[in-house]
């Protein structure tokens, strides 16, 4: 589909939107509880979710290729989910017990996982990060953590260390500073936490060896969102995954996004053997979930038969028969043969994508893997998260590409992160493509 193609653009309205936002500044801090849905010059408000189409509160239709940020592997709303959830619903949201339900989930997830033994559920992936981090202190007995300079593992404040350094405080390339994310991060949490660069092998080993009497793990996403969706590379991994046996760290895998990538999940595409792995997302079917899985030895400090486990966990939602029933459906819909045709779907997208920006004479480029894509507008290799991170210039493109798509009907993140879902067909994508290719020659002129 060509720009010629394209019916004209109809002006929308997002007046409704406008309004509730400026209600809601009066009672929430910026009018959200959650940053990454806030874009200027105001986030929209949206009343429904069907398969891959979206309608907001003014009454405009968008396909919707963001899927609340990779958790709504299936689209909005699927039958089966929504019929399992709401039967589910009507025997009870929530008990002081566990359930088949939990037992189920927790099967499929050790059946899928090589590396899983035994899974502890929590309700976010940012619980679920804080726990397996907790798990390695409790099993190792050593303080301190590693993580990638620039990787999104959620919320908590060990996790968020140098999630988004600036340059004027990052320091050597080869030992990255720690920097606090939030205003107010104590020095004795930035102390505890080893900053590594991502896909630099020889650094990331010396700083490992230097350190390895006081490191419990290292906490690696293998392909980052929050890196521009770059890859670790294949000798990277072995060389990290290597250190980490010799020097006796474990290995936590962050597959909260990743997970949707195969059947297996990332650790099989990557070929990894994590000691736990963080899931989220997906496996809750559209419902609040996490979940810690790992070997059976290092689970054991949950374990509270016979004696006070050295790790108590708890949590009043955690495995809710909601969740997991939902999650259970979810997965059990992604046969091989469902993520073949998604990560089909996902690789036409960004080869066709790469032929636009050619066509166009633009410097820009797509990368990611399976049902993941991330836009950059530039032709500079991204490797790592200082070569991922846009100037000002990088940012305005980026954000004029995202309001130019929502005003064609087309709904991705305000960063140029994509996912798709099993729901859309190479119909919607030969959609998005023309609206795409319509969006960027507006940005052009």
Request: charged fraction near 20%.
């Amino acid at each position: 589909m060509t720009l010629e193609a394209e019916a004209p653009v109809v002006a929308r309205s997002y007046s409704q939107s406008q309004a509730l936002f400026e209600e809601a500044r009066k009672y929430l801090p910026g009018g959200n509880s959650r940053l990454t849905v806030y874009h200027k010059p105001h986030p929209l408000y949206l009343r429904e979710g069907r398969g891959c189409h979206l309608y907001d509160v003014d009454g405009n239709e968008y396909l919707d290729f963001i899927n609340n940020y990779t958790s709504l592997i299936h689209g909005h709303a699927h039958p089966q989910v929504e019929a399992a959830a709401i039967e589910a619903i009507r025997h009870g949201t929530a008990f002081a017990g566990t359930s088949e339900a939990e037992l189920a989930l927790a099967k499929l997830l050790c059946d899928r996982l090589p590396s899983v033994d035994q899974v502890r559920f929590t309700n976010s992936g940012s619980e679920a990060v804080m726990t397996a981090i907790k798990a390695a202190r409790a099993y190792t007995g050593k303080p301190a953590i590693a993580k990638f300079e620039g990787a999104y593992h959620g919320s908590y404040d060990y996790a968020e260390v140098s999630q988004a350094p600036d340059p004027a405080h990052w320091g050597d390339p080869t030992q990255p500073n720690s920097v606090g994310y939030t205003a107010g991060t104590p020095q004795g949490v930035l102390d505890d936490v080893i900053v590594l660069p991502f896909n630099n092998a020889p650094a990331t080993v010396a700083l490992l060896r230097q350190h390895k009497d006081r490191l419990a793990a290292v906490l690696l996403d293998p392909m980052p969102s929050r890196l521009g969706s770059v890859q670790a590379t294949p000798q990277f991994l072995q060389a990290l995954h290597a250190e980490c046996k010799a020097s006796g760290i474990l290995l936590i895998l962050d597959e909260v996004i990743n997970f949707r990538l195969g059947y297996n999940g990332a650790q099989a595409i990557f070929k990894l053997d994590p000691d736990l792995t963080t899931l989220a997302k997906i496996i809750g079917g559209g419902f609040p979930v996490g979940a810690v899985g790992g070997k059976r030895e290092v689970m054991a400090v949950f374990d509270p038969t016979g004696k006070k486990p050295a790790l108590p966990h708890g949590g009043t939602y955690n495995a809710n028969p909601i969740s997991m029933t939902a999650g259970r459906v979810t997965m059990e819909l992604l046969t091989p043969a469902a993520f073949e045709r998604l990560n089909g779907l996902g690789e036409k997208l960004r080869q066709t994508m790469r032929e636009l920006f050619v066509r166009l004479g633009l410097d820009w480029q797509v990368v990611g893997m399976g049902s993941v894509l991330q836009i950059h507008p530039t032709a500079t290799p991204v490797t790592d998260y200082r070569s991922s991170l846009a100037g000002p210039e990088q940012y305005a493109k980026v954000a004029a590409l995202h309001l130019a798509l929502l005003d064609r009907g087309i709904f991705i993140s305000s960063s140029g992160f994509i996912c798709l879902s099993t729901v859309l067909t190479e119909t919607e994508l030969d959609i998005m493509l023309g609206k795409l290719e319509a969006a960027l020659r507006t940005i052009q002129a």
